[in-house]
């Protein structure tokens, strides 16, 4: 990256939080080869919304999830199993999700099933959260240094945010046009 706050990573790993929490919406990619390595499901906090993610918030104890452009970081075991810390680079977006304990880990409630019966998928308290059967290999593809971009179409963000020169392009849009 050329703003010079991460090493060239070798993953990007972008999260559509405008897409129902019952549909596919994490997707990693190798940037070397462009290869898509993994479509998943991921929760989103509890009172970001229910089945749509419609509020984030970078507050401690808001139990929202945070948008903007994260690293992933050293995995560890934790409460969650294992998991994988993340750091905001976007001050009043996500800075302060290390302290806010905004990490990804496996969780039994992000499941096609769950969202068959509840008509969502669970709701972590801010984590993007995902199934206990690829969390582990999912961390272990992107940790120590692939970048994570969290995307809502908030027009405060889209225009403040100094890793993005879109407007409110959406993420489909961008792809489509490389």
């Known amino acids: 990256m050329s703003s010079g706050d991460i090493d060239a990573p070798k993953t990007l ?10 549909e596919p919406r994490l997707f990693v990619y190798d ?18 919304g229910d089945n749509l993610a419609t509020r984030f918030s970078d507050e401690m104890n808001s139990r929202q999830s ?11 075991v934790g409460s969650n199993g294992y998991s994988l810390r ?27 099933q769950f969202a068959a019966a509840q008509g969502r998928i669970g709701r972590s308290w801010g984590c993007p959260a995902l199934r206990e059967a690829v969390a582990h290999q999912v961390i272990d593809t992107i940790r120590g240094g692939g970048v994570i971009f969290s995307y809502y179409p908030d027009q405060a963000w889209l225009k403040s945010s100094r890793f993005l020169n879109c407007g409110s392009k959406t993420p489909s849009d961008v792809l489509a046009t490389n």
């Open 86 to 112: 993340l750091d905001g680079l976007e001050p009043g977006f996500n800075a302060h999700a290390r302290e806010r304990a905004i990490v990804m880990h496996g969780a039994p409630y992000v499941t096609t």
């Open 13 to 22: 790993t972008l999260i559509d939080y405008s897409k129902p929490s019952t």
């Open 66 to 76: 945070s948008i903007g452009l994260f690293v992933a970081a050293e995995p560890y």
């Open 31 to 48: 940037l070397a080869t462009g290869k898509l390595l993994f479509k998943e499901l991921v929760a989103h906090g509890k009172n970001t």
